[in-house]
């Protein structure tokens, strides 16, 4: 089993920055069979949507909408994963969730709620 504890969420205005992090960790086996990490998010009233992810071998993907704006990074040596998130608009509040991919078995944190004021 992998556990994800997020972090780094809170209420920020528009135009501003903030910086996630998810600490993995379980056994040694568990964590080197993680292949893709990634970041989703879930507004109120909509559906849970990918907003960035990052392979092992360190390439990544981006929703549309936050491309340019927002970056995501990977510490293997931590097991850790970062989103940094520039220019937030009040459309990126959500509650943004990790999750690791281990193939035939994915994780989620419990989530972490991004405010954005305008």
């Known amino acids: 089993q992998v556990q994800l504890v997020e972090s780094g969420g809170g209420l920020v205005q528009a135009g501003g920055s903030l910086r996630l992090s998810c600490a993995a960790s379980g056994s040694i086996f568990a964590i080197k069979s993680i292949n893709t990490m990634a970041w989703y998010r879930q507004a109120p009233g909509k559906q849970r949507e990918l907003v960035a992810g990052i392979t092992s071998g360190g390439s990544t993907n981006y929703i549309d909408s936050v491309k340019g704006r927002f970056t995501i990074s990977r510490d293997n040596a931590k097991n850790t994963v970062y989103l940094q998130m520039n220019s937030l608009k009040p459309e990126d509040a959500a509650v943004y969730y990790c999750?690791?991919?281990?193939?035939?078995?994915?994780?989620w944190g419990k989530g972490i709620l991004v405010t954005v004021s305008s």
């Open positions: 999750n690791a991919d281990l193939g035939l078995s994915y994780y």
